[in-house]
């Protein structure tokens, strides 16, 4: 690694240590010619996703607008920032352990409601009514039902 100082060409590990789940290693460093230390990160670089939107256009997937709508079904609901942020991590964990490129947003908006239906049934409701685009009060009825009677099942 190059000293960011005098730019000479050999320096030394002296720390290293993971971060944010083991993704980063954050590694202390030693130019051994002028003496000063410096930090740098290494992460894993990866492949971006696409995701292909209903109308089949693509855009990268972005996590931040995932946890946006999932805010937003959450609100006035006991989960914390924290659990939605865990939900989105889940999420993004498992498609990029697909090892996919690609992802219709149909098959995320399946995993942003099996993961809040297990959080809170309210907001499960409130995503998939958005997401499912209910068209009248008898699917949204049909789907409260539905969630009735896995529970009396179990």
Known sequence: MKCPFCSYEDTKVIDS???EDN?????????EKCGKRFTTYERIDTIPLTVIKKDN????????????????????????LHQMELLVENIENAITNSERKEIESQKIGDMVIEELKNLDEVSYVRFASVYRQFKDINTFREALEKIVNEKTTL
């Open 17 to 19: 240590r993971s971060q």
């Open 23 to 31: 993704s980063v290693i954050r590694r202390r460093r030693l130019c």
């Open 57 to 80: 256009t693509r855009e990268q997937f972005d996590k931040t607008k995932l946890l946006n709508g999932i805010m937003k079904s959450c609100y006035k609901r006991p989960v914390s």
